[in-house]
């Protein structure tokens, strides 16, 4: 449920305004279209929200091309090169590779963030998390014909970087494939290999870059709760090991689907989740470790964490990763914010 109820141009008895939302390739409110192709298993919620916060204060957001007048303030979704205000806010919550200061952090009034090792020496910082939570119903079926899934796409990064977890998810696909295992199916992009249709670069990268289809691999999916929802167990593991915030969608789309995580990114995790509703990667000696131990779990136990992630997913230790959460911090500071000179 939305709460903010500032009505900031009603106290400036102004009429409708415009304000910008800056995206790379976001053109004609895609960001905000709940039917975009983008907009799988509902990750855009976010930004509507904010845009319904803002109308409902009298700030009509828009992306760029849509503008026609000066807009009143910039909302930059990851920190972008052309800008169309000096009333500047960025949201920043890519993974700590990709994390970089901005080239004049005094350009921005409030840069939202869950990196506190980059950004929290700035007086702009406002902590927030990776919104992940929206208002589903949680799937409690004990029903699942799937007992091991992992949904990623085939990616590395582009440089060396020894915090990197795409390896690890190589080796469990290794691990599944060379068991010749039925349990485990593997979902996601760029694990086949580009056909002449996907043009000259997919077929360039496809040299450079050869792609072996896993035997374990089962086709893209334009919903993962749909696939989710089916297993019993999902592996999760973040881009890249972090010591700080950095708990991203994987974990909670699982969740929300009743599937047991079996998750690996954040050191931090278990401050913000509780132990019982998922399984922690780093307590095992590889993938076989982990398959023994889940494979030694009894129906019980197992219907005992699908409660306890109901219970944490309903409980207030969960709202930090709400997205209603995320979207009422954002706006409530925006409008904070606007006058300050």
Known sequence: MLEIKVMYLMKRNAPMIQAVLNSKNAHNNELLNPNSPSNRDNCLEPYRLIAQLLKDNGINLVTADLLTEEPLFELQIERQEKTYSDKKFLIQLENPEHAVLPRSTDSYRSIYSWNDELYSTLESFVKVYIPSIDDRLINQSHVRDIEYVMICANKKFSKENNQELYSDRLSIIDWFSQSNSTEFRLYGRGWVAPTIRDGWRSLLRSVLSPVATPKVFHGEVTSKSDILSRSKFSFCYENMRSDGD??????????????????????????????????????????????????????????????????????????????????????TNILERLDDE
Do not use: H, W
């Not at 969608?249 to 995580?261: H, N, R, T, Y």
């Not at 998750?263 to 278990?270: A, E, F, H, N, P």
């Not at 399984?279 to 197992?302: H, P, Q, T």
């Open 246 to 331: 950095y708990i991203t969608e994987k974990i909670f789309d699982s969740m929300l689907a009743g599937c047991v995580p079996i998750y690996l990114g954040s050191s931090r995790i278990s401050d913000y989740i509780p132990d019982d509703v998922y399984i922690d990667a780093r307590e095992f000696n590889g993938v076989d470790a982990i398959y023994r131990y889940i494979e030694k779990l009894s129906f019980e136990r197992l219907c005992d964490m699908r409660r306890s992630i109901v219970d944490f997913l309903e409980s207030k230790q969960a709202d930090i990763f709400r997205n209603t959460v995320f979207a009422n911090c954002v706006v």
